[in-house]
């Protein structure tokens, strides 16, 4: 079936670092690739998608590169702040015959914590 | 644009209580899909729905877990009776049945059963 693995956390940066978190994924089909941010108390948001090879999905200075050839989704940011400190999930959508969308595998996610 | 609302934020319960949790989606998405957060085993996916019809439940835990869709709007996730193994976050999500389209999740319930 479909998977996400993410790197263990958690991950301690300090601020102005680069930020890389390694997301891989098994899957049939042609599937869409999400990292969604989870800030404390809040529920998910999503921060990113790419929905087929070698697109580069980027918001707020995140960047991730659909690889198919890696079966890779690494979730990279020049520069991290204070504010960026959350956990960040990985997860795919396996589309339906006629491209809907339905549910989401979801890796177990990667706590971010970014000190001044 | 209203998100998706879940309510309550918070409940503390006993054990052998009903507890109901609510949720409201975005007005218009097709799907609606109720998580489970706990520390020990991540975000797990309990049930779905697409246009009020349940599609997969085959993530809830056990016969004390119910959903039900009455109507576009609205959706309950009950437990009876509660057990302390059951205290989690509950979030509820909601996305649109179009390719490629994200689900926007609620802030949660945070469930505690004492």
């Known amino acids: 079936g479909n998977s996400v693995t993410q790197m263990e956390g958690p991950v301690t940066l300090s601020e102005e670092a680069f930020l890389t978190i390694n997301c891989t994924y098994t899957a049939t089909g042609y599937p869409s690739l999400f990292w969604y941010v989870q800030y404390p108390g809040e529920g998910l948001q999503l921060l990113l998608k790419a929905t087929k090879a070698d697109d580069k999905g980027s918001n707020k200075g995140f960047e991730a590169t659909y690889r198919k050839e890696t079966t890779s989704f690494h979730l990279e940011k020049g520069s991290v702040q204070v504010s960026d400190s959350a956990v960040y999930f990985c997860a795919l959508s396996d589309h339906r015959v006629y491209g809907g969308s339905e549910k989401l595998v979801f890796g177990k996610g990667t706590k971010l914590t970014v000190n001044p | 644009d209203a998100g998706v609302i879940q309510s309550p934020r918070h409940e503390v319960t006993e054990m052998g209580q009903e507890v109901t949790l609510r949720c409201k989606p975005i007005?218009?998405?097709?799907?609606l899909f109720w998580y489970r957060q706990t520390m020990m085993r991540g975000l797990e996916l309990l049930i779905y729905f697409n246009n009020n019809v349940p599609i997969d439940d085959s993530g809830m835990p056990e016969d004390r877990f119910s959903a039900k869709m009455p109507n576009a709007s609205f959706s309950t996730l009950k437990i009876q009776p509660s057990e302390p193994r059951d205290s989690a976050v509950y979030f509820c999500?909601?996305?649109?049945?179009?390719?490629?389209?994200?689900?926007?999740f609620g802030d949660g319930t945070r469930l505690s059963i004492l």
């Open positions: 007005s218009g998405h097709d799907y």
């Open positions: 999500a909601s996305s649109l049945d179009r390719a490629n389209q994200p689900q926007h």
